[in-house]
């Protein structure tokens, strides 16, 4: 079956990176879709990243010139490279592909 693995969540300050890792497994990772949404307390989850099985990517405006998405196919992992992270930032950070969803990692983003 189809299993989605977040890590690379934690702790940073205003202003700080981090890189979310997502290992995927059970279905053939290179021809689908993968996305990163996220989930802050209170409000509804919301798309990131999403990286098409060719390559494209598109970002929610909030993220746009601070995040990256990229994959390897090799690894069956998709990333988001996370820069000059913002409080706002802070969330639980979800792996997706077609119907599944991975179990989250947290990141707060806090001086």
């Known amino acids: 079956q189809v299993q989605l693995v977040e890590s690379g969540g934690g702790l940073v300050q205003p202003g700080g990176s981090l890189r979310l890792s997502c290992a995927a497994s059970?279905?053939?990772?290179?021809?689908?879709?993968m996305s990163w949404y996220r989930q802050a307390p209170g409000k509804e989850r919301e798309l990131v990243a999403r990286i098409s099985a060719g390559g494209s990517t598109n970002y929610a405006d909030s993220v746009k010139g601070r995040f990256t998405i990229s994959r390897d196919n090799a690894k069956n992992t998709v990333y988001l490279q996370m820069n000059s992270l913002k409080p706002e930032d802070t969330a639980v950070y979800y792996c997706?592909?077609?119907?599944?969803w991975g179990q989250g990692t947290q990141v707060t983003v806090s001086s």
């Open positions: 997706q592909t077609a119907s599944s």
């Open positions: 059970g279905f053939t990772f290179s021809s689908y879709a």
